[in-house]
């Protein structure tokens, strides 16, 4: 049986205190990787578990802080796919909602730019992959659920 590369999709989703709804996080990647827009995305290492992949990837990739976490939701979609690399790949995607919207620190070996989209701004297009729109669809549409 071929071992898959597990990995984790996360969208951050954060209290914009000016308009009091959410806005979603997006990240561009660095020239060398395509320079397009994506959720935080991540390998999952061997002694983790798909949502400790997921927030650990978080971290790294934003520099958000622990604290600012209000809830990490498992959104139960996941994806398998062959990645550019030819390796296949199992993602599972998780919405980490925070109390507040942060000036992101990005590491430039990964990532060019961020930005921060209104939940009416999700649309087709705004991020290159399926999988990461479907994934900010189902995140709008829990944090609706949850009346928010």
């Known amino acids: 049986m071929d071992q898959k590369t597990k990995k984790a999709q996360v969208v951050l989703a954060a209290i914009d205190k000016d308009s009091q709804n959410f806005k979603f996080l997006l990240l561009q990647t660095n020239e060398r990787r395509g320079k397009f827009w994506q959720n935080v995305t991540g390998k999952v290492e061997e002694n983790e578990t798909f949502e400790e992949g997921g927030l650990r990837e978080a971290i790294e990739e934003t520099q958000l802080k622990l604290e600012s976490i209000v809830d990490i939701i498992d959104l139960e979609i996941s994806f398998n796919f062959t990645d550019q690399r030819n390796r296949k790949v199992h993602e599972k995607c998780f919405l980490i909602i925070l109390d507040e919207c942060w000036t992101v620190k990005l590491d430039?070996?990964?990532h060019l730019n961020f930005k921060w989209i209104k939940q009416d701004e999700v649309e087709e297009g705004i991020v290159k992959f399926k999988s990461n729109f479907e994934t900010l669809i189902?995140?709008?549409s829990t944090l609706r659920h949850w009346g928010l």
């Open 108 to 110: 430039p070996s990964e």
């Open 138 to 140: 189902k995140a709008k």
